[in-house]
């Protein structure tokens, strides 16, 4: 498996890794392969599937614009987004790539095809350029989940025809990295480490996965600090600065003398909140490995560096994200992490044992334990439904992620309380997910179809 840490861990902006960063590049690399667009006369973008039935929720339109105009996920500025949608759509044109100059509507070359899908995954999209010859070029692309993309044709047998990488301890299953380790006595973390310094330095893996825990830790202050209310329509109030607040007040009436076991939970639960409300924002997040996920990882590193009390943070926190990316590379490798093709298992249920498997190997756990951390947090997820109310990535989205922060610390706590020894395998329980998913009906995977999308909407309307 060639996959980085980087790949798991991207920079971006909400409010999903699939719907808004995937098409966003898809988009730019489209026309970056059309090679010269001076001869450019229009463009059009379709979208199929779950990315026309959620898309304006998710801001799948805004983002193919944006990638249209060669902006990029980690580039864009968040705060200028809106403005810079509005004037293009004033001016009727778009700068592709920000260099050549074509007409543009959204309400004629954004094309939502909500009742066809296209063949090799759910998440679809096609790009069309006209020249001034009467020709086109057209392409079709998948986000396949986590801000990944392919284009058609592009699935595992292209993987497979290139060259492997010639890393030393490349694996595919959980069995292949337990064992990797017991012949070299290595952890999880160290092997990591010595893959990823096949193609980089350890000072710049270092840099990398130091300025991904610090865009985690800016945007958990961001979303600890800012009231207000989401937008897409449904009013939904953003909660977590509010109740950080009260936690925190000490002039609050009986703010300590109600204090309870389980308050670090409480504020876990907020970090994982206060994430997933800027997600729903549009604002700067991490791909953890999906946006819908986002916040859970954050949290449980938060509550490790903070509330574990560490000898070795910096340490802790890098051992952390190294062997939470191997547990979502067997996830992605082996089953999915797009909630429109397994559902919410593939997004929350993988964030939350990617936690798990982290805070072990942060607090010096064995590769054994690590491994029953990552099992329990997806065998406890197994079979949830990704039915977002409204098309928005806010509810239950945002809760999901207060939830699935706590339970990756309880997985954590039962691995390390244990020897390593468990019945249930992380290979066969990353099989098992992607069974379930499978057998999912489509209503309940990112379309808004069914499950919480379908019945609260139903009974809101019946009551007004």
Known sequence: MDMSVFDLFKIGIGPS?????????AARRFLVECGSLDDVVSVEASLYGSLALTGVGHATDKAVILGLMGETPQGVDPS??????????????????GQH???????????????ESLPEHPNGMRFTVKRANGSTVSKVYYSVGGGFIREQGEGQEADAARPASAIPYR????????????????????????????????????????????????????????????????????????????????????????????????????????VNEENAAGGRVVTAPTN??????????????????????????RNFLLTAAAIGMLCKRNASISGA??????????????????????????????ENAAEIGIEHHLGMTCDPIGGLVQIPCIERNGMGAVKAI???SLALKGDGTHFVSLDEVIETMRQTGADMQAKYKETSLGGLAIHVITVNHAAC
């Open 171 to 274: 694996f595919d299953t959980m069995a292949q990295l337990l064992a990797h380790g017991q012949a070299s006595g290595l952890t999880i973390p160290q092997m990591l480490r010595a893959n990823e310094c096949v193609k980089i330095s350890s000072e710049e893996l270092d840099a990398g996965v130091d300025r991904i825990w610090q865009v985690m830790r800016d945007c958990i202050a961001r979303g600890l600090d800012t009231p207000g209310q989401l937008p897409g329509g449904l009013h939904v109030k953003r909660r977590a600065a509010n109740l950080w607040h009260q936690a925190n007040d000490p002039k609050a009436l009986n703010n300590h003398a109600n204090d309870l076991p389980h308050d670090a939970l409480h504020q876990v639960s907020l970090y994982a909140m206060a």
């Open 410 to 412: 309880t997985a954590a």
């Open 17 to 25: 890794s699939s719907h808004t960063v995937g098409p966003m590049v």
């Open 341 to 370: 093709e397994i559902g919410c298992q593939g997004e929350v249920g993988v964030a939350c044992a990617m936690a798990a498997a982290g805070l072990v190997a942060a607090l010096g756990g064995s590769n054994q334990q690590i």
């Open 101 to 115: 100059k074509v007409p543009f509507k959204m309400a004629t070359g954004l094309l939502f095809h909500k009742s």
């Open 80 to 97: 200028r987004v809106d403005a810079m949608l509005a004037a293009a759509e004033e001016a009727g044109e778009l700068a592709l790539l």
């Open 292 to 317: 819908g996920a986002a916040g859970i990882i954050p949290a449980v590193l938060r509550y490790y560096a903070e509330d574990c009390k560490p000898t070795d943070p910096v340490t802790g926190v």
